[in-house]
């Protein structure tokens, strides 16, 4: 059972029209964490026009851990993602992509990370996952493998896989971030333009089982291509100022009687 004080960690998992895939992945989050932290899951339902609104109410109620968020309207992955976030309590969020393919039993290893890295270094801190082995089409490797690779020579976000779902970070630190669409996607880039930094763990990644793919090759593509002009723009405009104190100092400085 959770308890009643914030969780030390919340799974948010943006869906759209994933009706099959609800009640699998959501018991997978359970078994991975059950008895390593105290978590809670929150899905937000991305104006879903299948059954997915009524089945998740129907799995909140079986799953005191779960809590549920619905867009009335279609809004996408950026925006659920968003939403998922500013309505934990908890410090540390990971993120899922709803449709099975990552997998939850990943997560521990890339909180374990996090506390790693965090022990030696108090900057933001993205961990991203690494999807060593793609279980996709062909074209969606390709697709995914171009797009990559002119992100990361634009962007020098020095991240390999920036488009798994799999990630974990300071819910604080990811609402400094600019938000706009599709940030789930440039998620490092925008990190180290905040003076952070991002460590690639590498993950299990599953074929989908069920249900359909939101996205293709033009949207992986031509719209990415879009979206890493406006994200180059951020990185230039971007400052990342030392503060530093400033003691108290003895003497009458004021001006005037």
Same mark, same amino acid.
């Given at each position: 059972m959770p308890s009643t004080s914030a969780p030390a960690l919340a799974v948010v998992v943006p869906v759209h029209n994933e009706t099959e895939n609800l009640a699998p992945l959501i018991g997978e989050i359970h078994a991975a964490l059950d008895g390593k932290i105290d978590f809670e899951i929150v899905y937000v339902d991305d104006g879903s026009s299948d059954e997915t609104p009524q089945l998740l109410a129907a799995l909140a109620a079986k799953h005191p851990r /779960?809590?549920?968020?619905?867009?009335?309207?279609? $809004? #996408?992955?950026?925006?659920?993602? &968003?939403?998922?976030?500013?309505?934990?309590?908890?410090?540390?969020?990971?993120?899922?992509?709803?449709?099975?393919?990552?997998?939850?039993?990943?997560?521990?290893?890339?909180?374990?990370?996090?506390r790693a890295e965090r022990r030696s270094d108090p900057r933001p801190l993205l961990i991203a996952g690494q999807r060593a082995k793609r279980r996709d089409t062909g074209i969606r490797k390709l697709s995914?493998?171009?797009?990559?690779?002119?992100?990361?020579?634009? /962007?020098?976000?020095?991240?390999?896989?920036?488009? $798994? #779902?799999?990630?974990?970070?300071? &819910?604080?630190?990811?609402?400094?971030?600019?938000?706009?669409?599709?940030?789930?996607?440039?998620?490092?880039?925008?990190?180290?333009?905040?003076?952070?930094?991002?460590?690639?763990?590498p993950v299990n990644h599953r074929s989908r089982e069920r249900g359909k793919s939101h996205y293709g090759v033009w949207n992986r593509l031509w719209v990415g291509i879009v979206d890493i002009a406006g994200v180059l723009w951020l990185k230039r405009r971007g400052k990342v100022p030392v503060v530093a104190p400033v003691p108290p100092q003895q003497g009458d400085y004021s001006r005037g009687s």
């Open positions: /779960l809590r549920v968020f619905r867009h009335l309207n279609n $809004c #996408g992955q950026s925006t659920a993602v &968003r939403t998922g976030v500013r309505e934990t309590r908890a410090p540390l969020v990971a993120t899922l992509d709803g449709d099975g393919q990552n997998d939850p039993a990943d997560i521990p290893a890339l909180l374990e990370k996090y995914s493998r171009i797009a990559n690779g002119v992100r990361a020579w634009m /962007l020098n976000d020095a991240t390999p896989d920036t488009g $798994c #779902g799999l990630k974990l970070f300071a &819910r604080e630190d990811f609402l400094a971030l600019p938000f706009f669409d599709h940030l789930h996607r440039f998620m490092p880039a925008l990190f180290i333009r905040e003076g952070g930094r991002v460590v690639s763990v």
